[in-house]
């Protein structure tokens, strides 16, 4: 017989006979890593145990104790939970089922009525008496006539499977029923304890609109209790911390699909929010030499084709739009062409730069509906976005200014968990880049220049840049542990030489500026999106939609006496308002907590008569008694400060002056 031969990871190579299967591969090295051998590697795609081979390649034996043994077990929990499902539920139709780094989830679709999310549980149950039961899994192949019989009636099954160019279909055999294998499953349940179905939620066959919805039920699995005890509390928290559960409670935001998916609706309590993050950036970048301009959201293609975005981001623009002249124009999916548009507009001298010019800049993705997400991932958006316009010989100086700028504007939010990443083109992809070798060279040189001089510690990352230039991307962590990019500098070689920019220099000639990209913090919708979760909701003072809230005893007794502490207040510009309701004190204070509004002020007959007021601090369980110009010094200092946590000035002073 025909032999095939094996790499090891050790390097060893060994040859076999033509349709051996992993397990006998695992026995023919020791009976211990048979025992303990779930899966195969080859070439690095899973393979199953009890697969006969019929090509070599290298080889790696997967064990439980390993990142992929991880994934199949969750692969092997997604084909009981497809076995459970098609025998509970008779003519129930698959659709996929897959495994990933979250857990795993199965498609489903019934005729009479969807899955849902009560019903989990019992399935959980299920699954569990299969595994007590019969913890076996049996590898079963049949005909692709036979497995086309075999799913008869599962329209879904049978898409699948008529693109195999394959006549062997493999089947898992789990609990007395027959399943296609999309995956590889291990060949014994026994290790399948803990595990926890989580929810379910529409998806679109394949990923697309225009096809069925049918229900995902989802799920995860670990090896140990404790793994498992750890991911179902660190869900918890993201589920107390989701920005749109949040924005529904607090009354931020919402999205109707009656007026389009990821077009969100600001109410005010969200808007107040929005207002006051734009008020500070902008009087931020006036103060630090940014000149502040409003550009059209609409304009002519052609202004895209020159600047290239129309080459590399056509699918993430949304279709021109043919005038009655037959101008075509363009929602924007970037600001610096309008930004450049502002630079030439009139001949510039070296005394004007650097020229920085900011904008709070709408513009538009065409972001597929499966990718929409409340407001961090959405199709309009409001850019914090500025183009400063320098010599040559400015550029790291301009690069220390914005650094500088972007770490104060962190330290008054509060985030100090961020970290660099310097983007640098692919040097072995580099047709997908602007062509100039050069430009390349000099740009990335002189950002890790800028770096080194400011003695900040940063990783560099290839293949990570824009077609037009290398970048500086700002890490930082989500309240979620997740990584994100909050904020980019971008050198920009390319654009001034499509637009043909110039500035006129001391010795009166022509020369070329470089364009420099930033955005301190993303748009308003991420950033928004991401002080929800950081915050909890609890947003600062200087933050919050409602700073005070003032609740008198009696609306009667105590209501007038209230309603002047809130015109003073409102005469300082602080946001407060008093609760008329008629309802129990103990609701209104605890609503008040619920809404995490930062100041509470009940007033009754101790404080009408003393000219006092009892103040009550989210988070706090006690009151205190002050006098209005006593609360009124507290509060204003709250907010100048930023609401700050002054144990961390100290260290980003230090981190900023470097």
Request: with cysteine; glycine share 6%.
């Amino acid at each position: 017989m025909a032999q095939i031969t094996f790499e090891f990871p050790d390097g060893r190579n060994q040859a076999f006979e033509n349709g051996i299967t992993i397990a006998e591969i695992a026995k023919s090295i020791s009976v211990s890593l048979a025992k303990k051998a779930i899966a195969g590697k080859v070439d690095g795609q899973l393979v199953d145990v009890q697969a006969p081979l019929t090509a070599g390649g290298k080889l790696e034996i997967i064990t439980a104790d390993s990142e992929d043994g991880l994934t199949v077990l969750r692969q092997s929990a997604a084909e009981l939970l497809a076995a459970v499902v098609k025998r509970e539920f008779p003519g129930v139709r698959l659709g996929r089922l897959a495994a990933d780094e979250d857990g795993f989830y199965v498609d489903t679709e019934k005729d009479e009525r969807q899955i849902s999310a009560d019903e989990l549980n019992g399935l959980a149950d299920k699954m569990q008496r299969v595994i007590k039961d019969n913890a076996s899994v049996k590898r079963v192949t049949l005909s692709k006539d036979d497995a086309l019989n075999e799913v008869s009636g599962d329209r879904y099954q049978t898409e699948l499977i008529k693109t195999l160019d394959s006549d062997e279909i493999p089947f898992y055999e789990i609990g007395g029923q027959l399943v296609y294998a999309q995956v590889v499953a291990a060949p014994s349940l026994k290790d399948l304890k803990h595990f926890k179905l989580l929810s379910v939620a529409g998806a679109y066959w394949e990923g697309k609109s225009s096809n069925p919805m049918l229900q995902r039920l989802y799920g995860t699995a670990f090896f140990k209790a404790a793994d498992l005890e750890a991911d179902l509390k660190k869900r918890q928290e993201a589920r107390e911390r989701d920005h749109r559960v949040i924005g529904n409670n607090l009354d931020l935001f919402f999205v109707d699909p009656k007026v389009g998916a990821g077009l969100p609706y600001w109410m005010p309590n969200g808007a107040t929010i929005r207002r006051t993050i734009e008020r500070y950036i902008v009087d931020k970048e006036v103060a630090n030499g940014y000149q502040h301009v409003y550009t059209p959201v609409l304009a002519n293609l052609d202004l895209y084709k020159q600047s290239g975005h129309w080459e590399h981001y056509r699918d993430d623009m949304f279709p021109p739009m043919k005038m009655d002249d037959d101008e075509m124009l363009e929602l924007r999916p970037m600001n610096c062409p309008s930004h450049i548009q502002i630079y030439n507009h009139h001949i510039r001298s070296y005394r004007e730069l650097p020229l920085r010019i900011a904008e709070l800049g709408m513009m538009h993705r065409y972001e597929k509906s499966g990718a929409l997400s409340g407001l961090q991932r959405v199709r309009e958006m409001t850019l914090n976005d500025g183009h400063t316009f320098v010599a040559p010989d400015q550029i790291q100086d301009e690069f220390k200014k914005i650094l500088n700028l972007m770490m104060e504007v962190y330290h008054d939010f509060d985030i100090d968990n961020y970290t660099f990443r310097l983007s640098y083109r692919d040097p072995e992809n580099t047709e997908k880049y602007f062509d100039d070798d050069e430009m390349w060279n000099k740009a990335q040189t002189m950002l890790k220049g800028a770096m080194d001089e400011l003695g900040l510690d940063y990783v560099e990352a290839e293949g990570e840049a824009a077609f037009y230039g290398p970048k500086l991307d700002v890490q930082t962590k989500t309240a979620l542990g997740n990584e994100e990019t909050l904020s980019t500098i971008q050198l920009d070689f390319m654009l001034p030489e499509r637009f043909d920019l110039h500035y006129v220099g001391e010795d009166g000639q022509e020369h070329r500026p470089v364009m420099i990209h930033r955005g301190l913090v993303s748009t308003m919708e991420r950033f928004t999106a991401y002080l929800i979760e950081m915050y909890k909701g609890a947003f600062p003072t200087w933050l919050a939609p409602k700073q005070v809230q003032i609740i008198p005893v009696s609306d009667e007794k105590h209501g007038q006496y209230a309603r002047q502490i809130n015109e003073k207040l409102q005469a300082m510009h602080i946001r407060s308002a008093v609760d008329e309701r008629s309802e129990k004190m103990g609701y209104l204070i605890r609503d008040a907590q619920t809404h995490k509004i930062p100041y509470t002020i009940v007033v009754g007959d101790d404080e009408v008569n003393n000219d006092t007021i009892s103040v009550r601090k989210y988070g706090e369980d006690d009151s205190r008694e002050l006098s209005m110009d006593d609360f009124t010094v507290e509060i204003m200092k709250d907010i100048a400060s930023y609401s700050r946590d002054e144990t961390k000035d100290d260290k980003t002073k230090e981190k900023v002056d470097k």
